[in-house]
C-alpha cells in the first residue's frame, strides 16, 4: 500500500471517529492527514509528509479552537434550552395579578408567573423563556397574523 492511500485512509478513520464523539476536532486532524496525502502524493519525502500533516492538523484546530471561543455566546443557566428543556414550552396561566405576577400551571404543579418585560401578565397561553428558582419567566403567546409589537 502507497504512503498516499495509507494517508487518506487513517483521514478517513479519522473522520469516523469524529461522527461517532461530535467534535470537530478530529475533522481538523484529518486535514492534517489529507495535506500528508497530498504531499505524497506530489512525491514529496516522508519527512516533509509529516511536516505538512502535522502543521495543517495543529493549524487547523488551533483556528477551530479560537474561532469556537470567539463565536460562542455564553447563556445563564436558566435561559439555555441546551440545559432546561422547559424553555420554549407552552404553559396555562390560570391567575393573574394586577402587577406582572401570577399563577401557571405545568406539569401538574402550580408554579409563580412573572413576564419577562414586566408588563402586566394576562390569564391564557404564555411561552417559557426562564425558569428562575420556583418562578416562570414568561412572555405571551403570539397569535399567526398579529403582531408582538404594538
Known amino acids: 500500500m502507497s504512503n498516499v492511500v495509507v494517508w487518506f485512509v487513517v483521514a478517513g478513520l479519522l473522520v469516523a471517529v469524529e461522527l461517532v464523539t461530535g467534535t470537530f476536532y478530529m475533522l481538523m486532524v484529518a486535514l492534517g492527514m489529507a495535506a500528508g496525502g497530498l504531499a505524497a502524493a506530489a512525491g514529496m519525502g516522508l519527512e516533509v509528509q509529516l511536516v505538512c500533516a502535522a502543521v495543517v492538523g495543529a493549524g487547523a484546530t488551533f483556528w477551530w479552537n479560537r474561532h469556537r471561543r470567539k463565536h ?6 436558566s435561559k439555555n434550552k441546551d440545559v432546561n428543556l ?12 394586577e402587577t406582572s405576577s401570577g399563577q401557571a400551571r405545568y406539569r401538574g404543579a402550580l408554579w409563580q408567573a412573572r413576564t419577562e418585560d414586566g408588563k402586566t401578565l394576562c390569564v391564557g397561553a404564555h411561552v417559557i423563556r426562564e425558569v428562575d428558582g420556583s418562578c416562570l419567566v414568561l412572555a405571551a403567546v403570539v397569535a399567526p397574523g398579529t403582531s408582538a409589537t404594538k
Open 86 to 97: 422547559d424553555i420554549g414550552e407552552t404553559v396555562l396561566v390560570e391567575t393573574a395579578s
Open 72 to 77: 460562542v455566546q455564553a447563556v445563564a443557566t
